[in-house]
T-cell receptor, first 114, second 116 residues
Framework: AQSVTQPDIHITVSEGASLELRCNYS??????LFWYVQSPGQGLQLLLKYFSGDTLVQGIKGFEAEFKRSQSSFNLRKPSVHWSDAAEYFCAVGAGGTASKLTFGTGTRLQVTL | GAVVSQHPSWVICKSGTSVKIECRSLDFQATTMFWYRQFPKQSLMLMATSNEGSKATYEQGVEKDKFLINHASLTLSTLTVTSAHPEDSSFYICSARKQGVGETQYFGPGTRLLVL
C-alpha cells in the first residue's frame, strides 16, 4: 500500500523568503504525485502534479516541485513567498498510477510573517 | 477548467435527522467521485468511492447504512448522513476524477456539518 510522509507539521517563513515543503512517498511503481493547498474552511486546490516526463513540474501561483525517484521525494518549492500563501499544504500519491485513489500526507501548515 | 461544487456549504441539524450533501462536477463528466471527511487540523480521510450507475465502495470502518451514497448521473453524487449524531459533525469534502492523460481529482469547497 502506498503512503505519504510530510515531516514538517508547521513551517513559518518571512514574506519574500524561499520555501521548501517536504514530501516523501512509498509506492512500488512509478507514483502519481500531487500537491494541493487548502485555505481555512475551504476545499483543496490543485497546485501541481507529476505523472511522467520532466521531473521538475511547474504549478500555479509560482510553485514548482521536483520528483526524485532515488529519494522517494516530491518536495514543493517557491522562490519568494507571499503572505497569501499561508495555508495548509497536502502532498498525495495516486494508486496504480492514476488519480483513482489518493493517499494524503498529514499536511504542513505554512505561516507567513510580514 | 475543472470545477466541483458542493451544496450546502454548511448545515446545522438536530440529532436524529438526515442530511443530504450534493457534489456536482460543473464542467466535466465524472464516472468516479470521492467522499472525504476531515477533522480539525487533520488530513483527509477517504470515506467512499462513488461510481456512476453502481454501488459505492466504502473504506474499512465506514458504515454503509450511515453514510448513503448515490451517484445517479455523470455530474452528481450525493452523500446522505442518516440519523445524524453529534459525533458525525465534521467537514465533508467531495472530489471528482477527471479522466484522461494526467487525470486528476478536483475537489469541492466542502460542507461543514454540525449536529446538535
Amino acid at each position: 500500500a502506498q503512503s505519504v510522509t510530510q515531516p514538517d507539521i508547521h513551517i513559518t517563513v518571512s514574506e519574500g523568503a524561499s520555501l521548501e515543503l517536504r514530501c516523501n512517498y512509498s509506492y512500488g511503481a512509478t507514483p502519481y504525485l500531487f500537491w494541493y493547498v487548502q485555505s481555512p474552511g475551504q476545499g483543496l486546490q490543485l497546485l501541481l502534479k507529476y505523472f511522467s516526463g520532466d521531473t521538475l513540474v511547474q504549478g500555479i501561483k509560482g510553485f514548482e516541485a521536483e520528483f526524485k525517484r532515488s529519494q522517494s521525494s516530491f518536495n514543493l518549492r517557491k522562490p519568494s513567498v507571499h503572505w497569501s500563501d499561508a495555508a495548509e499544504y497536502f502532498c498525495a500519491v495516486g494508486a496504480g498510477g492514476t488519480a483513482s485513489k489518493l493517499t494524503f500526507g498529514t499536511g504542513t501548515r505554512l505561516q507567513v510573517t510580514l | 477548467g475543472a470545477v466541483v461544487s458542493q451544496h450546502p456549504s454548511w448545515v446545522i441539524c438536530k440529532s436524529g435527522t438526515s442530511v443530504k450533501i450534493e457534489c456536482r462536477s460543473l464542467d466535466f463528466q465524472a464516472t468516479t467521485m470521492f467522499w472525504y471527511r476531515q477533522f480539525p487540523k487533520q488530513s483527509l480521510m477517504l470515506m467512499a468511492t462513488s461510481n456512476e450507475g453502481s454501488k459505492a465502495t466504502y473504506e474499512q470502518g465506514v458504515e454503509k447504512d450511515k453514510f448513503l451514497i448515490n451517484h445517479a448521473s455523470l455530474t452528481l453524487s450525493t452523500l446522505t448522513v442518516t440519523s445524524a449524531h453529534p459525533e458525525d459533525s465534521s467537514f465533508y469534502i467531495c472530489s471528482a476524477r477527471k479522466q484522461g492523460v494526467g487525470e486528476t481529482q478536483y475537489f469541492g469547497p466542502g460542507t461543514r456539518l454540525l449536529v446538535l
